[in-house]
């Protein structure tokens, strides 16, 4: 089993059921592919220190997933990148 920690940021400027809909699609898709999240916090919303696509805050999310291979990972990815409504993630790979 691989495991990794997955921290992803959402838009400040959605409602809340959108919020929750964004990280319910993405928990999907973790899961959809056999991955077993381990761990799942929201972290609340959080100033950045710098401004990301014109945003001074967001809603932060953490997650640590077990994995067999890195199929989950690589479609989160995917996905996490097309989603609007999220600003920024970041994946790493606990093993190494």
Known sequence: ????????????????N???????NLEK?????KAKIT???ELGQK???YEI?????????LYNIEANDDKAVKEF???ARLDETVVRHLII???K
Do not use: H, Q, W
Not at 1 to 16: G, L, T
Not at 53 to 61: A, E, L, T, V
């Open 39 to 41: 761990l799942s916090k």
């Open 1 to 16: 089993m691989r495991n990794y920690e997955i921290m992803f940021i959402v838009r400040p400027d959605i409602d809340e």
């Open 29 to 33: 898709v973790l899961t959809d592919r």
């Open 93 to 95: 790979n606990l093993d």
């Open 18 to 24: 959108t919020v929750k809909n964004t990280v319910k």
């Open 53 to 61: 696509n014109k945003f001074k805050s967001g809603y932060y999310f």
């Open 77 to 79: 990815d995917r996905v």
């Open 47 to 49: 100033e950045f220190a």
